[in-house]
C-alpha cells in the first residue's frame, strides 16, 4: 500500500561558504529519496540577517514539496541533511551553512509536538521566508492570511534577488 503523499513547504539559507549551493544540494537530497519530491523552488534572495545582525547576509530560498513522511519525519530528515552537511548549531540566529526549516505542512492548521510547531513560528513576520515562499505557494493559506498577504505586510528592506533561473536548485556540485 502506498503512503498518502502530501505537500509541505520548507526554507531553506546559509550564509557560510557557498550557501546558494548548500540550498540546491540539500534539495538535491531530498529530491532523491522515494518518499519526498520536489515540486517547485523559489528564485535564490540575499537577505539581511535576522536575530542576529553582526554576521554575514544570507542567501534564502524556498520549495514546495509532495512526501509521504509525515511532519516530525520530515523534519528529522532535513535535519539529518544539514548533520551530512556538517551544520553546526553553535548559537540562536547564527551564522550556518545550511539550515532547512519545515515551513507548513498540507491538511495542518496548527502542528505541535516536543520538537516542531507548524506553521512555523514567526514565518509571517520574516521577510526572508515570505519573499521567497511567495514565488512558489502564493495562495497558501497561513493564520488566516495568504502568504502573499503576509508578505506584503512585512518589511522587506534589503531583500533582494540574487538568483532568478529555474532549476538553480538541480546545478551539481562537489560532494553531491
Known amino acids: 500500500m502506498t503512503a498518502l ?8 539559507g546559509g550564509n557560510i561558504g557557498d550557501p546558494v549551493a548548500s540550498m540546491g544540494r540539500a ?19 540575499k537577505t539581511p540577517p535576522w536575530g542576529k545582525t553582526d554576521q ?5 530560498a524556498c520549495a514546495g514539496i509532495e512526501t509521504s513522511l509525515e511532519p516530525e519525519p520530515l523534519l528529522a530528515t532535513c535535519l539529518d541533511i544539514e548533520k551530512t552537511m556538517k551544520r553546526q548549531r553553535m548559537e540562536r540566529w547564527g551564522p550556518r551553512t545550511i539550515d532547512i526549516d519545515v515551513l507548513a505542512y498540507e491538511g495542518l492548521d496548527r502542528f505541535e509536538s516536543p520538537t ?10 520574516r521577510a526572508f521566508v515570505l519573499v521567497p515562499l511567495a514565488d512558489v505557494a502564493p495562495g497558501l493559506m497561513i493564520s488566516g492570511k495568504t502568504v502573499t498577504q503576509w508578505r506584503d505586510l512585512c518589511d522587506k ?20
Open 116 to 125: 516542531l510547531v507548524l506553521p512555523h513560528p514567526r514565518m509571517t513576520e
Open 5 to 12: 503523499k502530501r505537500k509541505a513547504w520548507l526554507g531553506l
Open 157 to 176: 528592506s534589503g531583500v533582494e534577488k540574487a538568483r532568478s533561473d529555474a532549476g538553480w536548485w538541480r546545478e551539481a556540485g562537489g560532494n553531491d
Open 56 to 60: 554575514a547576509w544570507f542567501h534564502n
Open 27 to 45: 534539495l538535491r537530497a531530498l529530491n532523491r529519496r522515494d518518499d519526498t519530491q520536489v515540486l517547485a523552488v523559489s528564485a535564490v534572495y
